[in-house]
């Protein structure tokens, strides 16, 4: 089977030999842009938008690299080397941004991912069809809304003063002390891993239900007849059908661990709490917009960048052997 | 194959959904009742399972204030225009790359996925749009997000199952390929079209990180960022500007929680509004977008 290319160039060329480099075929594939003219066409814009706003950017990270200056631009600024990234890992904010980042992506990922997993299980129990759709419905809503939104409602609920929680803390539960899980070091991570599974948990769990949904329902009808609880069917039919999912799923998560959530955390956090939830990506936000430190900022943001491309990338590769597919 | 009995085990999973949804049930509910709650009611605070007293104050106000209506205004705008245009291109460069004979068509598919692993950061971004002329203009809402690598590659699987023989027969008959795009590709393709049309205002509805950096004119303020605003500034600086005059006569009635609930529903209430409604496509979505290929 020729593929596309190679057949256009045949039919362009016939007297090309079968075997050539891929310089030549590259070469003539050029014949192709005057073969579909209105093909070329409709994808000169879409070129064109991917070059002025994705490469472009790429190649202004030079100014990492500069001292930028808005009065002399990208190209006049003078080059600096690598002292925009010796300047900020010298910087404790800095450190701590990292340290910030790594340790809310990993708890997000101890706790919240096996969340969905456990909510698939649970709806997977529940025979009341009525029940589950309701569940289901309800779960998904909170997905929907920004972190603009959901920051406005949880700065309501957890306020100190009337918030409700605090207010059935202290009504139902006898603590005597308001608790400012916004505003207090000690409290605000667990706020922010409680927020996010609450907006995500139901979500998530779609995939898995759909990956439930697919299991051969005579397994289950085997196992039954042999007397298998509902309990042991989860436990040695539903667990291990998941695996593969999971595994996938975990994979992918660690390929975004430097992304601890900046619209959550930006919607949420204020500087009482810059100590635990300061991440890179406010940590450049503030510093590079706020402080117009352009040239620091770019260096740090590059600095994510490259290693989530690393990880991304890596654990794609990973999925790809395991699977035989990537996400691409 | 199902368990018909009712155990232990059973209700507690019962139990413990309930309460799940409960928590988000009785926090919306909550803000309801303190969004029609007088001033007297909201401050002192607790759970509100009921109105212990109605007023519509808090809503008059809000709906009284000209930023809301035009944090409206313009988030229709960006809402309608960029979902158009967005869908219109990325369904255009999904039908291009659908093509397995369009030149080059490995390094262009590589050139677009690139984009999704590799970004050249906040900094670089914002120094582009500033450069282009593009702050303080509804386009740097609509025109940096443009095309989305991940929606065309999902785009571009749905076409590449489409039969390429009918499209020939269309090529014999005269017609050209931009005319086949139009007329037979996109309306055989409405599912995917849909679906990615409803992340696309999702998307455009709720986002305000874009709004927040390029744009400082408050005329051009989407509903996100007034609410934004109202939120972090607090409400009464903001809504205060509408109704200065009778302001102390009304401070006994609105309280700063019950302004800030009332403008949470009127900011999210059309996403409440279609949720139930939709939320099936967006279900039917998630599988779609992790169908690879």
Redesign the interface.
């Known amino acids: 089977m020729p593929?596309?290319?190679e057949?256009?160039v045949s039919v362009i060329d016939t007297r090309v030999p079968k075997r050539e480099n891929a310089f030549r075929r590259?070469l003539h594939?050029?014949?192709?842009?005057r073969k579909?003219p209105?093909?070329t066409?409709?994808?000169i814009?879409?070129?064109v938008?991917?070059f002025?706003?994705?490469?472009?950017?790429?190649?202004?990270?030079v100014?990492a690299f500069k001292n930028y200056k808005i009065s002399q631009g990208?190209f006049g600024s003078a080059w600096v080397g690598l002292d925009n990234f010796t300047k900020a890992f010298n910087t404790p904010t800095f450190a701590r941004s990292v340290r910030n980042t790594l340790t809310i992506s990993g708890l997000k990922l101890l706790f919240g991912f096996p969340a969905p997993i456990i909510?698939a299980l649970?709806?997977n129990?529940?025979?009341h069809a009525r029940?589950k759709k309701?569940?289901q419905?309800?779960?998904?809503?909170?997905h929907?809304?920004?972190w603009?939104?959901l920051?406005?409602?949880f700065?309501?609920?957890l306020?100190p003063?009337?918030?409700?929680v605090?207010?059935?803390l202290r009504?139902v539960f006898g603590v005597k002390e308001s608790i400012y899980f916004l505003g207090n070091n000690k409290y605000f991570r667990g706020t922010l891993i409680v927020t996010d599974i609450?907006k995500n948990?139901g979500?998530s769990s779609?995939?898995y239900l759909?990956t439930i949904a697919g299991i051969d329902?005579t397994l289950?009808?085997a196992a039954?007849v042999d007397g298998a609880t509902?309990?042991q069917c989860t436990r040695y039919i539903t667990i291990p059908s998941l695996v593969s999912t999971i595994v996938i799923m975990l994979i992918l998560s660690v390929g975004s661990i430097m992304d601890a959530g900046?619209?959550q955390v930006?919607?949420l956090y204020n500087s009482a709490v810059y100590q635990t939830g300061d991440i890179i990506?406010t940590y450049?936000?503030r510093y590079?917009?706020g402080d117009m430190k352009?040239s620091l900022?770019?260096a740090v943001?590059?600095f994510?960048?490259v290693i989530a491309?690393v990880l991304?990338?890596g654990t794609n590769l990973i999925t790809r052997k395991i699977s035989g597919?990537?996400?691409? | 194959?199902?368990?018909?009995r009712f155990?232990v085990?059973?209700a507690l999973?019962?139990l413990?959904?309930?309460m799940?949804?409960a928590?988000?049930?009785v926090?919306f509910w909550?803000?309801l009742n303190?969004s029609l709650s007088p001033s007297h009611i909201?401050?002192?605070?607790?759970?509100?399972l009921y109105p212990k007293e109605l007023t519509w104050d808090n809503y008059a106000r809000v709906v009284g204030n000209r930023y809301i209506w035009m944090g409206y205004k313009n988030t229709l705008i960006r809402t309608v225009i960029g979902t158009v245009l967005q869908l219109f291109?990325t369904a255009?460069?999904a039908?291009?790359l659908s093509?397995?004979?369009?030149?080059?068509?490995?390094f262009?598919t590589f050139?677009?996925?690139f984009?999704?692993?590799?970004?050249?950061?906040?900094?670089?971004?914002?120094?582009?749009v500033k450069d282009l002329g593009l702050l303080n203009t509804y386009s740097s809402m609509i025109?940096?997000g443009?095309?989305s690598a991940y929606n065309m590659?999902i785009i571009r699987n749905y076409f590449q199952s489409l039969p390429e023989e009918i499209e020939e027969s269309c090529l014999i008959d005269g017609a050209?390929?931009?005319r086949i795009?139009l007329q037979f590709v996109l309306p055989l393709s409405k599912p995917i079209l849909a679906t990615v049309a409803l992340w696309l205002v999702?998307g455009h509805?709720?986002?305000?990180?874009d709004v927040l950096?390029y744009i400082s004119d408050d005329t051009k303020f989407t509903l996100?960022?007034v609410?934004?605003r109202i939120?972090l500034t607090g409400s009464k600086e903001i809504l205060d500007t509408s109704a200065a005059a009778n302001a102390a006569e009304i401070e006994s009635v609105v309280s700063s929680?019950g302004l800030?609930?009332a403008?949470?529903f009127v900011?999210?209430f059309p996403?409440l509004c279609a949720?139930?409604f939709v939320?099936k496509f967006?279900?039917k979505g998630?599988?779609i977008g992790?169908l690879?290929g």
């Open positions: 593929t596309g290319e057949w256009a590259w594939g050029f014949a192709g842009y579909y209105a093909l066409l409709m994808f814009p879409v070129v938008y991917f002025i706003f994705k490469y472009i950017p790429m190649g202004g990270i100014i990208i909510l649970m709806l129990e529940v025979t029940f309701s569940v419905t309800i779960s998904y809503l909170p929907f809304l920004s603009v939104v920051a406005g409602m700065q309501q609920l306020s003063n009337n918030g409700a605090n207010a059935i009504d609450w948990v979500w779609i995939l759909a329902p289950y009808e039954t509902r309990w900046f619209d930006f919607n990506d450049v936000y590079g917009l352009y900022a770019t943001g590059l994510k960048n491309f991304v990338v597919e990537g996400i691409w | 194959m199902i368990q018909k155990t085990g059973k999973i019962y413990i959904l309930t799940l949804c928590t988000i049930v926090a909550h803000l303190l909201a401050t002192k605070g607790g759970l509100l291109f255009m460069g039908y291009v093509k397995r004979f369009f030149p080059h068509r490995t262009w050139f677009i996925i984009t999704m692993f590799f970004s050249g950061g906040l900094i670089p971004n914002y120094l582009l025109l940096p443009l095309i590659v050209g390929r931009f795009f999702v509805w709720n986002s305000w990180f950096i996100q960022i609410l934004r939120i929680e800030k609930a403008c949470i900011t999210t996403i949720y139930p939320q967006f279900v998630i599988m992790s690879k």
